[in-house]
């Protein structure tokens, strides 16, 4: 069975940092790509950045270019977001997500969903 989980949620101050991880078991993480996504309350689910799983290429949503920063550890079978700078529109619940190989832009790519861990930036 598949299981996506993640950690790393909290309230943090506008400026501030977390690090989210997403721990996976079942599958063999080297193979998929993984993205994290985000929803922020009355919004959709949308695309923030990923990594893909064979040459580890990474793309980022426009508004957290410079400050976000995905990586990955396949021996751990983990997957990081360093958070910086951190802004209340950055705001939701966090999720992970993963398909095979090469990374998509759209929710209905994904295979494999996490719970989501909450992030509040706010003063």
């Known amino acids: 069975q598949v299981q996506l989980v993640e950690s790393g949620g909290g309230l943090v101050q506008p400026g501030g940092s977390l690090r989210l991880s997403c721990a996976a078991s079942g599958l063999a993480l080297n193979n998929y790509a993984i993205s994290w996504f985000r929803q922020a309350p009355g919004k959709e689910r949308e695309f923030v950045a990923a990594i893909a799983s064979l040459f580890r290429n990474t793309d980022y949503d426009e508004s957290v270019k410079g400050r976000f920063t995905i990586s990955r550890d396949n021996d751990k079978d983990t997957v990081y977001l360093q958070m910086n700078s951190l802004k209340p529109e950055d705001t939701g619940i966090y999720y992970c997500?993963?398909?095979?190989?090469?990374?998509?832009?759209?929710?209905?790519?994904?295979?494999?969903w996490g719970q989501g861990t909450e992030v509040t930036v706010s003063s």
């Open positions: 997500a993963a398909r095979p190989r090469e990374i998509g832009y759209r929710t209905w790519e994904y295979n494999y």
